[in-house]
């Protein structure tokens, strides 16, 4: 961790001293339950929890300040802000000035997670694994993303950062905490519409991330996006773009599951092999930021084989009694359920597609899951499994479509339809929570 002592963190703060001793701190905590000897407790407060009534418990356990934004009587080597969120930032955005890692910031509807991890893998081929820091699972928001950079050490060269958002202006708030050296943005899909309206005002809520990138900085953009014109107009930034036509700086052909990518023209890396397509769209913004890092031909040449086996994120789970379940129950929006419905239809095998409905699609919910339902309908997938309030209101006069007003009800029907060579696709959004689905297959 970079070192943090109390005369420094009271200036980072910018709230004068009142009386606390100058110490150096070993760590910095949210939690009570992990927190460490001599570290600092942030009291952060929530929808559902209040750090500040565990404010005794922190310094029971060692910690040696705590910093909140409550009042609390009688409690000494107590900081008291304006906003703890604030302080959290506050104290991240330190953490980046002191160590200065590149930073590579991804954002975008779809593939955060993905795209973040093919960035990691390809860059284990040229940089030690010490060297680099990257979210830890979906920590990708106002609190999960100083947690990260907590974690800068003094060999931390670049930094993989996801950002994520639900409302215009986090992606702004998020990005001056770390300012971008390479932004990535995946797509512009309908995830969060039902508070942004539109995919415009989407676009525009992801842009936040472009603005705050360095001047000297690059960013790796989707060119076959019908936003790319919005997203890059007015920018001066090195562009690198990425898609499925030639136009594209980076971009790949196809022969069966086999792909060879190219850049500016270029074959630069050849039969990798992906099961799902759109992870070789986002592989290519990985490619993006190699180029950025300086790869030569011979680094490229080495990768073969890159890992996108993300729990709960179109997870293959290959059980003994020979069928495949496509764990893909961490969320769902109408992009990556089709994406998924697509990869589905294109397995061989019996296929079975167990849907749950789609949160935070404001007034259009119920246009798209009537969407999904016909999208579902025209693929080649055997039977169709719905649960959920928006699902039980689409239309179907397909024999092979059943709406279930319950799990166990679903879990009771799908076991009497499945087959020796069944495939499983399971998503919906997290709300659903589809792996109690997950869980009961895996014990039939």
């Not at 310094?59 to 107590?78: L, T």
């Not at 997203?231 to 562009?239: E, T, W």
């Not at 419905?341 to 749950?356: E, H, N």
């Not at 246009?367 to 039977?383: G, P």
Request: hydrophobic share 40%.
């Amino acid at each position: 961790m970079v070192q943090l002592d109390t005369n420094t963190l009271l200036k980072i703060l910018n709230v004068s001293n009142n009386g606390l001793e100058n110490k150096v701190f070993s760590g910095i905590s949210i939690d009570t339950r992990s927190i460490k000897e001599n570290e600092i407790f942030i009291a952060i407060k929530g929808k559902n929890f209040n750090g500040h009534h565990f404010i005794e418990d922190a310094f029971e356990k060692g910690a040696s300040v705590c910093i909140i934004a409550e009042q609390i009587p009688s409690k000494p080597n107590c900081i008291i802000v304006e906003n703890t969120d604030l302080a959290l930032a506050q104290i991240a955005a330190y953490f980046v000035q002191q160590q200065k890692p590149k930073v590579i910031a991804i954002t975008g509807s779809n593939g955060k997670t993905t795209t973040k991890e093919a960035i990691l893998n390809i860059l284990k081929y040229k940089f030690s694994e010490h060297t680099i820091l990257a979210t830890e699972g979906n920590l990708n928001n106002h609190i999960g993303l100083p947690l990260t950079l907590f974690k800068l050490k003094v060999e931390h060269k670049i930094a993989i950062l996801e950002m994520g958002m639900n409302h215009s202006g986090e992606i702004d708030y998020l990005s001056k905490i770390a300012p971008p050296d390479i932004a990535v943005i995946t797509n512009i899909g309908e995830a969060h519409i039902e508070n942004f309206s539109t995919r415009k005002n989407i676009a525009l809520a992801k842009k936040e991330l472009l603005l705050n990138t360095s001047p000297t900085g690059t960013l790796i953009l989707p060119f076959d996006d019908d936003y790319y014109e919005l997203l890059s107009d007015g920018l001066q930034q090195k562009k690198i773009t990425f898609g499925k036509s030639n136009k594209a700086d980076i971009y790949y052909e196809k022969t069966h599951n086999l792909y060879n990518f190219y850049y500016q023209g270029k074959k630069i890396i050849e039969k990798i092999k992906f099961i799902a397509e759109h992870n070789a769209i986002n592989f290519m913004c990985a490619i993006g930021v190699a180029t950025e890092l300086d790869f030569v031909e011979e680094e490229f040449n080495q990768i073969k084989n890159i890992n996108f086996n993300i729990p709960h994120r179109l997870e293959f789970k290959r059980m003994k009694n020979g069928m495949t379940i496509i764990d893909d129950c961490y969320n769902a929006n109408p992009t990556s359920m089709k994406k998924a419905l697509d990869i589905l239809s294109d397995m061989v095998g019996y296929k079975i597609a167990v849907i749950g409905d789609m949160a935070e699609l404001g007034k259009s919910a119920k246009q798209y899951h009537q969407e999904i339902i016909s999208y579902a309908e025209n693929k080649n997938i055997d039977l169709i499994f719905r649960f959920g309030i928006f699902f039980k209101n689409t239309e179907s006069d397909i024999k092979k479509n059943f709406w279930y007003s319950s799990k166990e009800l679903l879990i009771e029907s799908l076991k009497k339809n499945l087959k020796s060579n069944s495939i499983i696709l399971v998503k919906g959004s997290r709300s659903m929570k589809m792996e109690d689905i997950i869980e009961a297959i895996q014990n039939f």
